[in-house]
């Protein structure tokens, strides 16, 4: 069995190539976060970067792909994968943001950011949408006071 590339220790500027500090782009290229920080601040700022249907793109994506992402584990980590070609693959299936108040959304949960899985979905109705909680180790008292602190039930 032949094994893959193997990954380099140090990149051109002398960063640690550890898996929390690597950028993986979309083809593939791996780069470490702070290399591609210096790159990604030189660039000009434009109006596509400022529309907020852009950011929930960037977002998104980088949930998925980036390992140094703090919600990967939660994302890409699940094996969640991000499979908009482009953003304007992305905006066609999504249409602008209603108002302010609604953000990307998966509908099933278990499934990609990809065509006829994503919406844009206000907090209320992604509170509905989520994974179910695993309690564990929890004494009656502890779950009654954490119900409680939910307010999911009366006092």
């Known amino acids: 069995m032949k094994a893959g590339p193997k990954l380099k220790p ?4 002398g960063h640690e190539m550890i898996p929390e500090n ?8 791996r780069r470490c976060v702070a290399c591609h920080k210096l790159l990604m601040k030189d660039r000009p700022k434009t109006m596509l970067q400022s529309m907020p249907e852009y950011m929930a793109y960037c977002s998104a994506k980088s949930r998925c792909n980036h390992v140094g992402n703090r919600a990967y584990p939660s994302y890409g980590g699940r094996g969640i994968r991000f499979n908009f070609v482009s953003f304007e693959e992305f905006l066609r299936e999504l249409g602008l943001r209603p108002s302010p108040k609604h953000s990307l959304d998966r ?5 990609n950011y990809e065509t006829g899985n994503v919406r844009w979905a206000t907090a ?29 039930c009366p006092q």
């Open 10 to 13: 140090f990149c051109k500027r």
């Open 124 to 152: 209320k109705e992604q509170l509905y949408n989520r994974r179910p909680y695993v309690l564990s180790s929890f004494s009656d008292s502890d779950l009654l006071a954490e119900v409680k602190r939910r307010n999911l």
């Open 22 to 29: 690597l950028y993986i782009a979309p083809n593939g290229r």
């Open 107 to 111: 509908i099933n949960n278990d499934g």
